[in-house]
């Protein structure tokens, strides 16, 4: 018997981490040799010990193996307000947050609470290519809006009102972008939220990068912004602050109406992060191992800048990230694609960088770098 799925399911394509990691298999086991993989962004450091030992703790709890139920325990909650308030002197009720089983899991069940079919998401391009599947499974369109290198890959609001129609529901924001690696300021953000209330749509901020920082740079949160709460949520993650990728734990923080029907939307789909892993995540927020912390970010910065000589090498043009875990770069001119550049860099030194058009058809020209990658024999490759 052929196994018929969903016609739903062919309007989407396999994610592409999913169909890169088999060519990887494939010429591993053919030479034998390790490729050294700059594509997925996940981070390799070991989470702090204070963490794993609290966590092995919270796991022989008399209440760990019991369902969790679909909101916040109290502790968590009270953890996050505590970090929003200290972080970002945000203010937060136990009814405008929501733990999530990893970010993705808010980003890919959004669209299924706030999007009918025939809806329009504004969606960047280039970006994380979980922003517009999942709008596509649920019969809604999303409408691509350009990061380009001459707005220093920045939103650009002139261009983002002709994209509005009377359908567009919400906008997709992320910064620390992947893959741009730019950053923004409190002074954009305003004007985003700006725009937003003006043209009545909401805006979903993806700030899974915000303590992923170089050089002095420090994320803002969109709910620094007077009024923001009445049309944003913010997405906040566990797998790069800590470390914590495999756990899968996340967060959605704002508007409370809208948190609230994603609330719903997954409690016909999950039964909540567990209660040792929201203990995990309310001890590492109020308990942070600033040691751990600071010693990750230098590690990161260090590869940042070896991974960046190597690249200029090969001829590749970028700014170094300020933020996020990429470094997005220019392929030479004489080069015909990004897709054509990584392969034959793949087949000739076993280097995987990952084309950018797998972030959308700006990426024509780009290549995403990741930095969370063991480089220790680099030399061997380049
Ligand atoms: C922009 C962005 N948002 C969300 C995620 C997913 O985070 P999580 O592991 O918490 O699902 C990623 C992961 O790479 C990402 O790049």
Redesign the pocket.
Known sequence: MSTKTSKRLDRISEYVFSSLGKKVSEIENQTRRKVLNFGP?SPDIKPSKLYIDKFSEFIRDADAHLYPGYNAIDGFAEALINWYKKRFGVLLKSNELLPLL????G?SHLPLALLDEGDEVLVPDPG?P?FSDPAILVGAKPVFYNLREKDNFKINLEELKDLLSRKTKFIWV?FPS?PTGQVTTKEELSEIVKFAKKNNIIVVY?N??SEITFDGYKSPSILEIKGAKEIAVE?G???KTFSF?GF?M?WIVGNKDIIGALAKTKSQMDSGLSIPLQRLGAYALTKTDEEWYKDMITNYKKRRNIIAKHLKELGLDFDLPRGSLYIWARIPEKEKNSWEFCMRLFKEKQILLTPGTAFGKNGNRYVRVSICVNIDKIGEYF
Do not use: H, T, V, W
Request: glycine share 16%; no cysteine; proline share 0%.
């Open positions: 962004g990893g970010a993705k899991d980003i994380y979980a992320n992947n993806d899974a990068y997405i993650s566990f797998s990728a899968r996340g």
